[in-house]
């Protein structure tokens, strides 16, 4: 069936420093595909997502492209800020309408 | 716009007993779901409704999971008898289109 693989954390880093945060699927259609952050105390919200191949997702500073040929949608931002600490979730919906899988989370940690 | 309303915020009980949860979607969202998520893992699909009939419910362990949703707009996730395993935090999300799911912030259950 249809899943999600992203990098293990926790990825700590200082601030402005660079983020790339991996993402890799396995789906038999096209999916669309999306980053959900989860801020400390808070529910999950989409960041950004894109639904077909090569188009770009941004919001925030943060930017992923949806690569068919490699199968991923790595989430990357060029400088990042202590407000950024929080919890990546890479996730596909294999049309519209249906539920969403998910990767495991990666959790960021920025420090000052 | 008020978002997805989840209660009890958290919830513990012995295992073996009965809790019920409650979700309060957006307004005029057709789509609700139930997600249940494990620490340390991205959240997993029990059941998804399209107005007060069920879509998809593959995941939900029917033995001792329970969800309606009457007249299509509030849902109760039922779980009796708890047990260990299901200690977890369980979203409700709902989405008018299909194209993009809000979440609540998750009811905390922790079985002992």
């Known amino acids: 069936g249809d899943s999600v693989t992203q990098m293990e954390g926790p990825v700590t880093l200082s601030e402005e420093a660079f983020l790339t945060i991996n993402c890799t699927y396995t789906a038999t259609g096209y999916p669309s595909l999306f980053w959900y952050v989860q801020y400390p105390g808070e529910g999950l919200q989409l960041l950004l997502k894109a639904t077909k191949a090569d188009d770009k997702g941004s919001n925030k500073g943060f930017e992923a492209t949806y690569r068919k040929e490699t199968t991923s949608f790595h989430l990357e931002k060029g400088s990042v800020q202590v407000s950024d600490s929080a919890v990546y979730f890479c996730a596909l919906s294999d049309q519209a309408g249906t539920a969403l899988i998910f990767g495991k989370g990666t959790t960021l940690s920025v420090s000052s | 716009e008020a978002g997805v309303a989840q209660s009890p915020r958290y919830k513990i009980i012995e295992k073996r007993q009965s809790v019920a949860f409650w979700c309060n979607p957006i307004?005029?969202?057709?789509?609700l779901y139930w997600y249940q998520q494990i620490l340390g893992q991205g959240p997993k699909l029990l059941i998804q409704f399209q107005n007060n009939g069920v879509v998809d419910d593959s995941q939900l362990p029917k033995d001792r999971f329970s969800a309606e949703r009457l007249k299509g707009v509030d849902s109760t996730l039922k779980i009796q008898p708890a047990k260990l395993e299901d200690s977890a935090v369980y979203l409700c999300?709902?989405?008018?289109?299909?194209?993009?799911?809000?979440f609540g912030q998750g009811t905390r259950l922790t079985v002992v």
């Open positions: 307004s005029g969202h057709a789509t």
């Open positions: 999300a709902s989405s008018l289109d299909g194209a993009r799911a809000f």
